[in-house]
């Protein structure tokens, strides 16, 4: 069975200091992922996705992801976490098929102190 | 340009009402989803629409929930007789394209509270 896990429900950083968010997958496909953010009452917004061209993704507001299929992952990391990073995370994996057939995992959510 | 607009923002349910979210997904989008996100968890697909036609309604979770988008544009989501296990933020989500690795625009959700 296809799932998701994101491995820190919470992770808290200094603002100026590296971040990552990790995520798993599990498939028997190859899969296209996805990063989402969702800032407080707010939608959910696109980060960046891969899809089978360059493992190392790059997205907006300075964040990358690396896919790496020996280890099914693809943790999101930034160099220098800002204040106006503090959000919830989303690691997304689609397994292709039905355009409904997304997963997301539980979320991890970012706190940037100052 | 305008997003994904959703309506009401907050809604506020006896438990046996009936309740109709509405979603205006970006004009000339061909794909709309719904999801569902219970406190503290991540989205999950309710159902899915190309145009006009429900595709997918494989995660709607009971016979009391219903979707339609008659004229391929606007959606609702019909809750019969609200428990209070529908209390959650449903997610409307717009694509632009088929394809299952297009990019979603959502919006900023309908918050469901069932008393």
């Known amino acids: 069975a296809q799932s998701v896990t994101q491995l820190d429900s919470h992770v808290s950083v200094s603002e100026g200091t590296p971040v990552l968010l990790r995520c798993n997958y599990s498939?028997?496909?190859?899969?296209?992922l996805f990063w989402y953010v969702q800032h407080p009452n707010k939608g959910l917004q696109l980060l960046l996705k891969?899809?089978?061209?360059?493992?190392l993704v790059k997205g907006i507001n300075g964040f990358e992801a690396e896919f790496k299929k020996s280890e099914t992952s693809f943790h999101l990391t930034k160099p220098s976490a800002h204040m106006s990073d503090a959000a919830e995370y989303f690691c997304?994996?689609?397994?292709?098929?039905?355009?409904?057939?997304?997963?997301f995992g539980k979320g991890t959510k970012l706190s940037v102190k100052p | 340009g305008a997003g994904v607009s959703q309506s009401p923002r907050y809604k506020v349910a006896k438990r046996g009402q009936d309740v109709a979210l509405r979603c205006d997904p970006i004009?000339?989008?061909?794909?709309l989803f719904w999801y569902q996100q219970a406190l503290g968890q991540g989205p999950e697909f309710l159902t899915y629409?190309?145009?006009?036609?429900?595709?997918?309604k494989s995660g709607l979770p009971s016979d009391r929930f219903f979707a339609e988008r008659p004229e391929g544009s606007v959606s609702t989501l019909k809750i019969q007789r609200t428990q209070q296990e529908d209390s959650a933020v449903y997610l409307c989500?717009?694509?632009?394209?088929?394809?299952?690795?297009?990019?979603?625009?959502f919006g900023n959700g309908t918050r469901l509270t069932v008393t």
């Open positions: 891969y899809t089978s061209a360059a493992t």
């Open positions: 629409f190309q145009n006009e036609a429900q595709l997918d």
């Open positions: 997304v994996v689609s397994f292709g098929g039905s355009q409904g057939n997304l997963i």
């Open positions: 498939s028997s496909y190859s899969p296209s």
């Open positions: 989500a717009s694509s632009s394209r088929q394809g299952y690795n297009s990019p979603l625009h």
């Open positions: 004009s000339g989008h061909v794909s």
